[in-house]
């Protein structure tokens, strides 16, 4: 299981650079914040396509790039990359090359621009050339130095990554070692489908791994681990066993966690797919699954007390000694293993020695998320509960928050806690597509744990179809998902027409809702398909 930031939740002058763009060293010291006096980005806010427009003309004009920013006031990894990078001098200094375009989640017609740009999961960074053309798309899970240079990749780009990654299946023979990096340090989890198929991308990843020259061992490197990440998501989509248990797979990423400069070059990867990493590679329970995990202990222990990254990212290296731990077999393999006293002792600590200093609103959105979210994995619910609640007050998004003390109170069994905090959630959410998020959580949750209240279901189901009617892009992107999410449930709920009256009222609601749609608008057809199997 990927256990960033994403869970609780990428991408970017003009002629191209012959010299590679060197990693980072592991010990590189990080430029200090802006000060106040520093201009910021000067952001082109963008809510409708005029705006855009706007933005890609004045491009054209200045023969800049464009840089899209699509992200949320609530998300965790959103408020990460604004307190990691967006306020570094060095990231302020660079977006002075090209436009800075910012799409909040929660701008009028922000989700149909998500169509336009085929963006759904927050953040998504993309980099567009002076034309429009897409260029590339960055990983917003790299630390800020690692970022940066990625982003003058692909400002340096000569085509889109998307042509790199042609000629690099046809053996990549012209390619130069600028290319490789910019197809290893790709956000192929924010993908969409513009490069490749989803359900083609560990084997568009195995076969770049492959082919990488040797003389370029930091992309093929994060090639490789890309790859194996992808066989797990692949495996757990389709059910699927996860092993493969590639050997030379293997004793690569032995090597990896070996080094302390290639493990930090590669935090990101290994913190976030440990457990998937160790699954794919070893068989539970064997030889080298205990060596694996033996050699990530040690790796992780090394980020997690690592200074030049950021808090969030040692935390996420924490939680992955979690996520391991959890993922050892017990005795009799039939119930979750109990972690070592001394991983919770820790677990407790970080989380409350990260509650303590952090001062940065951001970052204490980005982090204290995190750090509730492994006190749960943990098996200490109550301090995640404590944690959560004590942050209510210091939160932007404390409706956020309430989602996370509502899953906790799921997970113990408190059906009346836990649909308490759904609704307060819910209650107190802002903006249009997150009150849609919101509320189509709040009905999933009444489904799940109350589903004989049909009156309260009724009513949660009619104020969200109610508050999508009001919203002009209510059937787009996320919001359109977030709908399709409560319809489907709705759907399953009324099996065997248990709920008939109910859905009958529904749709007669949503009738009105899709009418008030022209006919040739896209909107209608996902609107009209809500309630129908």
């Known amino acids: 299981m990927k256990v960033s930031l994403s869970l609780i939740a990428a991408a970017t002058l003009v002629a191209a650079c012959s010299k590679p763009v060197e990693s980072p060293p592991a010990t590189a010291a990080a430029p200090a914040a802006a000060h106040p006096d520093v201009a910021g980005i000067a952001w082109k806010h963008a809510a409708s396509d005029a705006d855009v427009d706007a933005a890609f003309a004045q491009a054209k004009a200045e023969n800049k790039p464009v840089f899209v920013y699509w992200g949320a006031k609530w998300c965790p990894p959103c408020n990460q990359v604004k307190a990691t990078l967006f306020n570094r001098v060095d990231f302020i200094e660079r977006s002075r090359a090209f436009v800075p375009v910012y799409i909040d989640g929660d701008s009028p017609g922000a989700q149909k621009l998500g169509t336009r740009f085929a963006v759904r999961g927050y953040p998504t960074m993309v980099l567009f050339n002076a034309d429009g053309a897409e260029l590339t798309r960055l990983p917003g899970e790299v630390d800020a130095a690692q970022y940066t240079q990625v982003l003058t990749l692909g400002m340096n780009a000569q085509r889109p990554v998307k042509a790199v990654l042609a000629e690099a299946r046809r053996g990549g023979a012209g390619l130069t070692p600028n290319d490789w990096k910019l197809l290893a340090f790709y956000s192929w989890e924010t993908d969409e489908q513009r490069v490749v198929p989803k359900d083609q991308t560990a084997v568009v990843l195995e076969e770049l791994a492959a082919t990488c020259p040797t003389d370029q061992p930091d992309a093929a490197t994060r090639l490789l681990l890309k790859s194996v990440a992808a066989r797990s998501e692949k495996s757990a989509e389709k059910g699927a066993e996860k092993g493969g248990h590639d050997a030379a797979a293997r004793d690569r990423v032995l090597a990896v966690l070996a080094d302390p400069d290639a493990s930090r070059i590669h935090m990101d990867v290994l913190t976030n797919y440990a457990a998937d990493i160790a699954a794919v590679l070893t068989a539970a329970g064997t030889p080298e699954r205990r060596r694996l995990v033996d050699a990530f202990e040690v790796s992780l222990k090394r980020l997690e007390a690592d200074s030049t990254l950021s808090r969030a990212d ?185 709920h008939a009256a109910v859905l009958q009222r529904l749709q007669g609601r949503l009738d009105g809702v899709c009418g008030q749609l022209p006919a040739d608008d896209v909107q209608r057809s996902v609107c009209e398909g809500l309630l129908k199997a």
């Open 314 to 498: 040692r935390l996420t290296a924490l939680l992955a000694r979690v996520e391991l731990a959890k993922a050892e077999p017990s005795a009799g393999g039939k119930v979750e293993p109990v972690l070592p006293e001394a991983l919770r002792a820790e677990v407790r600590q970080h989380a409350a020695r990260a509650d303590r200093e952090i001062t940065d609103g951001y970052e204490r959105q980005a982090v204290i998320t995190a750090a509730a979210y492994m006190l749960r994995q943990a098996g200490l619910l109550d301090d995640s509960d404590a944690l959560l609640t004590a942050n209510l007050a210091k939160s932007h998004s404390p409706y956020y928050l309430m989602s996370a003390l509502a899953s906790n109170a799921k997970q113990r069994g408190d059906v009346e806690a836990a649909l308490r905090w759904s609704q307060q959630a819910f209650d107190t959410s802002e903006g249009p597509a997150t009150r849609l998020q919101w509320g189509a959580a709040y009905v999933n949750t009444l489904v799940d744990l109350a589903p004989q209240d049909e009156a309260r279901i009724e009513r949660a189901a009619q104020q969200l179809f109610d508050e999508a009617a009001a919203q002009p892009n209510a059937f787009y992107e996320r919001s359109a998902r977030s709908l399709q999410r409560v319809g489907s449930k709705l759907l399953a709920w009324n099996q065997g027409k248990k």
